[in-house]
């Protein structure tokens, strides 16, 4: 992207902005393209959004990596994490974060949100030890009664919240069953597109004022390749089975409750060879008969090559969607870019690049790898090729700074096994050792939490995002505690010269930096002072377009900075 189109672009968003703060009675809804919609408090000043350089940034612009792990149990008719039936689930989600991973993808059913939504009794008996986990007890006993499934994981939201581990959310079936992510689409003979997208918007709504959960995966791997079980395509069409139309559906009514949260979209399994003579309606050909196939084959949700003709349009929300491959080795199956001495360059040629690498390499979106792992030892991979892929897809994804969830906590994942092992009780200390260097750390080895506030961890080993970058919060506290706003920390740190300064222009929110951050706190403030005050200081940085007082055009005039256009000594403009 050129430097005008940025710039044009980041105008838009300020125009826009304005547009919906500001209306002829002078206030109006909160701002919502793709920044912090409320004023940063302990459960609003961690969402996040895509920028301009498709990096997935904080509410001041900063980057961050999203480093977690998968932990499935909800999706199932356990209504619960796997492995609480046999460990305590608080003692779990610890070890989870002080071993460094600052995400957590948690796999449910359409079925179970409506449950939770309505609710519902549990269909299925809650599989947790009551022994070992008197906290998930009715009478907070050993022995006592189970818990609702929905106590149970409110309990789960509030005990990351104290770890620092922020939630994506992943609709990974229809209706709850070991084997539900084996159907191909989002909805099924039980559960329609409607009743999913009524779960999607009741979850997204529910939880609009807790940043602990930050991210929702609208479906789990869509697949199919017409072979009369059920098929995602991806097109222009608005056909039940268009992915990409129900995709945009699905962000819609999950962005209408909370424009905060990022919209997770992943691939579908094949795509036609159109220059080949290929369509959606081709057949899929015996391929022990036939060298030839009218289609591009991938895994289950990695194929995005309908996004470079089709991309995901969210409208004004934009800046929410991030892209979700899912990648797996030649121990899942034996796929044809794996019979070889494979190479990163040969993944790339063969595989990788078309399919779905494209995206990050022509900086068109950020990605999540949803799904990545597998067995590392001797005995599942006796020639080390599963763990070649593996070692080669991590360092790809350190280098391209991909955000990743790795597959999976959970030890019972059969063709992949997990961290944990013998019943949930230890460690898989080879397989974490191979993953730990895909964790965002600092070079010293301190773990990274994307809350503003909360380290990661209690081990002492994890930092918060503003002591990684260099704010004043740095409690290493295990429970949230209100954060200090850079309005109230420059309040506070006034000194009796209040005039603003040639370096100190555009800089609103008094932390040093002129970024997008500077251009919200200014269009909050012109919506409502009492609520979204500026200090003096900021005020008087603020004011930064020639024009005596404050302004939208000021906040334009900031991000006019940010793209480049003119220079932050340019201010105040003459």
């Known amino acids: 992207m050129t ?7 980041t105008g838009l968003s300020a125009v826009s902005a304005a547009a919906l703060l500001m209306t002829a009675s002078g206030i109006s809804a909160p701002l919502s393209v793709g920044t912090a919609n409320a004023a940063p408090d302990e459960y609003h000043d961690d969402w996040l959004h895509v920028n301009e350089n498709a990096e997935i940034v904080d509410m001041n612009g900063d980057p961050v990596w999203l480093t977690g792990c998968n932990w499935f149990g909800y999706n199932v008719t356990t209504q619960v994490f796997d492995g609480v039936w046999s460990r305590n689930m608080h003692e779990m989600l610890n070890e989870m974060a002080d071993h460094g991973f600052n995400l957590l993808r948690v796999p449910m059913s359409t079925q179970i949100l409506l449950q939770w939504m309505n609710g519902d009794p549990d269909p299925y008996k809650v ?10 007890t009715v009478e907070g006993i050993e022995g006592g009664t189970i818990k609702y499934s929905f106590d149970i ?6 005990w990351c919240r104290e770890n620092g581990i922020k939630i994506m ?3 990974h079936c229809a209706t709850t069953a070991s084997n539900g992510h084996q159907y191909p689409l989002w909805y099924d003979s039980n559960y329609s597109t409607d009743d999913w997208l009524t779960a999607l918007a009741w979850v997204a709504d529910y939880y609009k004022d807790d940043d602990t959960i930050i991210a ?3 479906k789990n791997e869509p697949h199919g390749k017409n072979d009369g079980q059920g098929m995602a395509k991806w097109d222009d069409s608005t056909d039940e089975n268009n992915w990409r139309y129900a995709a945009e559906q699905g962000a819609a009514a999950v962005l209408e409750k909370n424009p905060n949260l990022l919209i997770m979209v992943e691939g579908i399994e094949v795509y036609p060879k159109f220059d080949e003579g290929g369509t959606w309606d081709s057949q899929p050909v015996d391929y022990s008969r ?10 289950w949700g990695g194929n995005f090559r309908g996004a470079r003709d089709y991309p995901v349009d969210l409208g004004e929300y934009q800046s929410q969607l991030v892209y979700s491959p899912h990648d797996y080795g030649p121990l899942v199956w034996e796929q044809d ?6 190479t990163r360059e040969t993944l790339l040629e063969d595989y990788w690049y078309d399919t779905w690498a494209y995206l990050i390499e022509e900086n068109i979106s950020p990605l999540l790898m949803g799904e990545w792992g597998g067995f590392i030892d001797e005995e599942h991979d006796p020639t080390g090729d599963n763990t070649k892929w593996l070692t080669i897809l991590r360092d790809y994804m350190i280098e391209k700074h991909i955000h990743h969830t790795f597959w999976c906590f959970n030890e019972n994942s059969g063709d992949t096994g997990g961290l944990l092992t013998n019943d949930f009780q230890d460690w898989d200390v080879d397989k974490y050792e191979l993953v730990k260097p895909a964790l ?3 070079n010293d080895g301190k773990f990274i939490s994307l809350d503003h506030t909360i380290p990661l961890g209690q081990s002492g080993n994890g930092i918060s995002l503003s002591d990684y970058y260099g704010g004043t919060v740095t409690q290493p506290t295990t429970t949230a505690v209100p954060v200090t706003t850079t309005t109230e920390a420059a309040a506070s740190a006034e000194t009796t010269t209040i005039s603003g300064s040639q370096d100190s222009m555009g800089d609103a929110n008094c932390d040093s930096k002129v970024n997008m951050a500077d251009a919200v706190a200014v269009l909050q403030n012109l919506a409502n002072s009492s609520k979204y005050s500026l200090s003096e200081q900021g005020e008087k940085n603020a004011d930064c377009d020639g024009s005596s007082g404050l302004t939208g055009n000021d906040a334009i005039t900031i991000l006019r900075v940010e793209a480049g256009e003119i220079k932050q000594t340019d201010l105040p403009l003459k």
Not at 127 to 136: R, Y
Not at 153 to 158: F, G, K, P, R, T
Not at 337 to 342: A, C, R, T, V
Request: proline share 6%; net charge positive.
């Open 169 to 171: 959310i992943d609709i």
């Open 290 to 299: 036939y060298p030839w196939s009218p289609f591009y084959g991938a895994w």
């Open 440 to 442: 965002w750390q600092t």
């Open 127 to 136: 599989k947790v030890n009551e022994w070992k986990n008197p906290e998930l």
């Open 337 to 342: 870019w794996f019979k070889k001495d494979f």
């Open 216 to 218: 929702i995966d609208l």
């Open 153 to 158: 994981w409110n309990q789960a939201v509030e």
């Open 3 to 9: 430097r005008k189109n940025k710039l044009v672009r």
